[in-house]
Nanobody
Framework: QVQLEESGGGSVQAGGSLRLSCAAS?????RAWFRQAPGKVREGVAA????????DYADSVKGRFTISLDDSRKVVFLQMNSLKPEDTAMYYC????????????????????WGQGTQVTVSS
């Protein structure tokens, strides 16, 4: 059982930045960030295949968000720049051994392990 713990959420004005962190009890091959706003489906934001360092991003965040790992490959970061009000959501960290090689790393149904979430609020 992988334990995931997110941190770094908060409130920021539009155009600002936040960095989310997700610490895992041990490394999994595929790590990702998802978000869910009230009344909306859970959306894949970014994923990283830890073995190769390859990444995937939702079109809505490309050029603004960056997913990365620390040297231990147990902590994954989501650097969020140029934040917009529509980025407001609960952000969840996820991990799975095979999601990245199944070909759908931003599909939430591919992930076995989830964190509790951290709230991000962007005001206009």
């Amino acid at each position: 059982q992988v334990q995931l713990e997110e941190s770094g959420g908060g409130s920021v004005q539009a155009g600002g930045s936040l960095r989310l962190s997700c610490a895992a009890s041990y490394n999994n091959n595929c790590r990702a960030w998802f978000r869910q706003a009230p009344g909306k489906v859970r959306e894949g934001v970014a994923a990283i295949y830890t073995a190769a360092g390859s990444t995937d991003y939702a079109d809505s965040v490309k050029g603004r968000f960056t997913i990365s790992l620390d040297d231990s490959r147990k902590v994954v970061f989501l650097q969020m720049n140029s934040l917009k009000p529509e980025d407001t959501a609960m952000y969840y960290c996820a991990a799975d051994r095979r999601a990245c090689i199944r070909g759908a790393p931003l599909n939430h149904s591919q992930y076995e392990y989830w964190g509790q979430g951290t709230q991000v609020t962007v005001s206009s």
